[in-house]
């Protein structure tokens, strides 16, 4: 059994399932989802039947029933397929045609009428209950064979339909328009094309065709009074005008017989006449009260026209109107969205603010850094200037006391080159303390092009760099002075080495004057004694002035290390730096490209409360035409009390013509008594007449035998006319 794919039923909590040819039934999951009180399952092949019990075993509200189901109780021949894929009560002559290799076996089994199976469930017409017909090929004349009174007590019809357009399919099944109960009271909501072969079809009980039938029929109804009204009054009408024709001619020769009896006729003829004018004025009321009758009821079918014209409309606007709200929904459900991405867009924002924040707290806690730093390197250099201001009041010092030993200089002459190159160490040492302040100045050049990049945040940065810069700038020029003043020692250096130079020749001199003078040897052995112990002596202070070199060697190295530290933190500081201005114009573009995007949603926004502010006025318009619509449907609703009104008067109008129409039946029946005594009287009349006329008859006969005797007379004695004439002059 092919199972129902597209089962789109629009139903909650309903009451009773009716499944014929349930099969394995797939659909029950579904069933049990529509919290059905009970659930009877039909299923023809027994093997089947016994699967599905299996299956809904323990299930309450589910039942399963292995019955062939026909139109009547009858015995039918029975199809099933091998393997199992169809069973029908018809024969499947367009699947074999198909299935090329389909066996189809058939037996005579006893078949349930439709309507013996649905009295046997219990169905009640308040709940809602659902037909499920899966028959194959016979769905349509079971369907057509249920009473409008079963079919009446469902609330939802589902019917599988065969739809293979094939000649050999059976001739007798009944189209689905050509089921007048089903046509009467269901409206086809849903169609879905199972496959190649099925088709399923959704009924829903349509209540406006069950409440236009009852109007029908009502009219129906009162359409066949007026009519049977109308037929009894041209009945009457009819009957009346024969009577009245009849009595015309009647009176007419009775007036013509009887010019004789006056007094007779003249009575029948004044009650003829009352007769006439009171049948005249019946009549005359006969034809009103008709005129009425067909004028209402011309005016109930316009107005039910019209009633039922504006019911289309007002289901065509209320459709309309639910399709604008359904839109309106999706717009504002569109409008959250929107405003939801705007509220995500809003928080990005935010924690980009605050990502910005963070970055701002970064180069303040840098800044603070490079200030300590600066402060750092403002105390090394006033160390340094300090330690360079010992070093030069040391240098002056051995410059007095080189003075002092210029006589002594011979001896000393290793000491001087040594002092000399330790004083271009230290003016080795001063250069490189200047290159380092030059790559410090560099460094800070390029710190303050980088701080210049900055905006508003960085103007205070820049005001510390340009204080920094001032202060460099002041240690530059305190270390060109010192490089001066080392300049000026060097060169007085150098003179001392001329004056050591003379000295030397002047030596030599004295050594070629020694040569000569060996009496001054013992002299200048003595001298040379007291000049070794001065310069053992000097020895000593040039080792300690060594020694405090050493030192000032070691600060300056240290100092060195430092400033290497330094410009390896100012370059780190400018490799942050020209990350930091990197990531703050990444963040500038983005903060454009934001505020572009705010821009846009501002836009959004915009229109979105403009069109807001549009549906809102749609929505009063919606609104007011929904009222507008209420209070036409209230004054149709009215208009409809004073149609029943009016009909209601009608009826009363028509139990007045009917009691005027029997009082024309009780008159006419009079009329017809007093007819009858007429005609009798007439008959009498007529009798009389004709016995007056044989009297005029035999009185003229013997009139004018009487007148030819007569004259006779006259003739045989003419002397009786002159007696006679005499005795009639006397």
């Not at 046997?120 to 004349?141: D, F, H, P, Y």
């Not at 010192?482 to 050594?511: M, R, V």
């Not at 490209?593 to 821009?599: D, E, L, Q, R, S």
């Not at 009185?699 to 035998?705: A, D, P, Q």
Request: proline share 1%.
């Amino acid at each position: 059994m092919n199972s129902l794919k597209n089962l789109n039923i629009p139903l909650n909590n309903v009451g009773t399932i009716i499944h014929i040819g349930a099969g394995q039934c797939t659909e029950l999951e579904g069933y049990h989802q529509l919290n059905a009180k009970s659930i009877h399952l039909v299923e023809a092949n027994p093997s089947v039947a016994q699967q599905l019990s299996l299956k809904t075993n323990g299930s309450g509200t589910v039942s399963v029933v292995n019955k062939v189901v026909a139109e009547q109780t009858k015995n039918v021949t029975f199809y099933n397929s091998v393997p199992q894929q169809f069973s029908s009560i018809v024969e499947p002559l367009a699947f074999k045609k198909l299935f090329k290799n389909l066996k189809v076996e058939h037996a005579e089994v006893e078949a349930i009428g439709i309507n013996d199976l649905l009295q046997s469930v219990s169905l009640q017409e308040g709940n809602q209950n659902i037909l499920v017909l899966q028959l194959n090929g016979a769905e349509n004349s079971i369907l057509a064979a249920i009473n409008a009174e079963w079919l009446n007590k469902f609330t939802v019809i589902v019917v599988q339909a065969v739809s293979i357009n094939d000649a050999e399919m059976p001739s007798a099944e009944v189209p689905f328009n050509d089921i007048q109960p089903l046509k009467a009271a269901f409206a086809l909501a849903h169609e879905a094309k199972e496959s190649s072969i099925f088709t399923s079809y959704t009924f829903v009980k349509d209540t406006n065709k069950l409440e236009l039938k009852a109007l029908r029929e009502k009219n129906k109804a009162l359409q066949l009074k007026c009519e049977s009204f109308a037929v009894e009054n041209n009945a009457l009408k009819k009957a009346s005008d024969d009577e009245q024709v009849k009595l015309q001619k009647m009176i007419n020769q009775l007036e013509l017989d009887k010019s004789n009896l006056s007094a007779q006729l003249l009575e029948i003829t004044n009650k003829a006449a009352a007769f006439e004018i009171d049948k005249k004025n019946a009549i005359a009321r006969q034809t009103q009260a008709d005129k009425n009758a067909n004028q209402i009821a011309k005016n109930l079918e316009a107005e039910k026209a019209k009633f039922n014209g504006l019911l289309v409309s007002q289901k065509d606007q209320i459709d309309s109107l639910k399709t604008e709200l359904s839109n309106l929904k999706l717009e504002r459900d569109a409008g959250k969205t929107l405003v939801a991405e705007l509220e995500n867009q809003v928080q990005t924002l935010k924690s980009s603010e605050e990502a910005l924040k963070k970055i701002s707290k970064e180069l303040s806690q840098n800044q603070n850094c490079l200030d300590a730093e600066r402060s750092q390197y403002k105390s090394n250099v006033a160390r340094l200037e300090s330690t360079l201001a010992e070093q030069e009041q040391k240098l002056l010092a051995s410059k007095q006391e080189q003075k002092s030993l210029v006589n002594q200089i011979s001896d000393l002459q290793s000491v001087s080159q040594k002092e000399t190159e330790e004083k271009y160490t230290f003016k080795a040492l001063a250069s490189e303390l200047e290159s380092q302040i030059q790559t410090l100045k560099s460094s800070e050049e390029a710190l303050i092009e980088g701080a210049k990049e900055l905006k508003q945040s960085l103007d205070s940065l820049k005001a510390e760099n340009s204080q920094y810069k001032s202060s460099v700038t002041r240690l530059e020029n305190i270390l060109a002075e010192k490089e001066q003043k080392l300049l000026a020692s060097a060169q007085e250096q150098q003179s001392l080495e001329n004056k050591i130079n003379k000295l030397q020749l002047f030596s030599q001199k004295e050594s070629e004057e020694k040569n000569t003078l060996k009496v001054e040897l013992v002299d200048a052995t003595e001298q040379l004694q007291s000049a070794r112990a001065e310069a053992v002596q000097a020895n000593e202070r040039l080792a300690v002035i060594e020694q405090s070199l050493s030192a000032k060697e070691e600060l300056l190295a240290h100092t060195e290390q430092e400033l290497k530290l330094k410009t390896d933190k100012n370059s780190a500081l400018s490799n942050e730096l020209s990350s930091f201005q990197e990531k703050y114009q990444m963040l500038t573009e983005e903060a454009e490209v934001i505020t572009v995007k705010i821009g846009k949603l501002q836009q959004n926004l915009n229109s979105l409360s403009e069109e807001k502010v549009n549906l809102e006025n749609s929505l009063e318009e919606v609104t007011k035409q929904r009222d507008q619509e209420h209070t036409r449907y209230q004054e149709h609703n009215n208009w409809a009390h004073s149609l029943k009104e009016q009909l209601e008067e009608l009826r009363a109008k028509l139990e007045e013509k009917d009691r005027a129409v029997s009082l024309g039946q009780k008159m006419l029946a009079k009329s017809q008594i007093d007819l009858d005594e007429l005609r009798s009287l007439y008959a009498e009349k007529v009798e009389s007449e004709r016995g007056l006329v044989d009297l005029v008859a035999e009185l003229k006969e013997k009139l004018t035998l009487a007148s030819k005797y007569y004259f006779q007379l006259q003739k045989e004695h003419p002397e009786l006319l002159e007696a006679n004439n005499t005795h009639e002059g006397s």
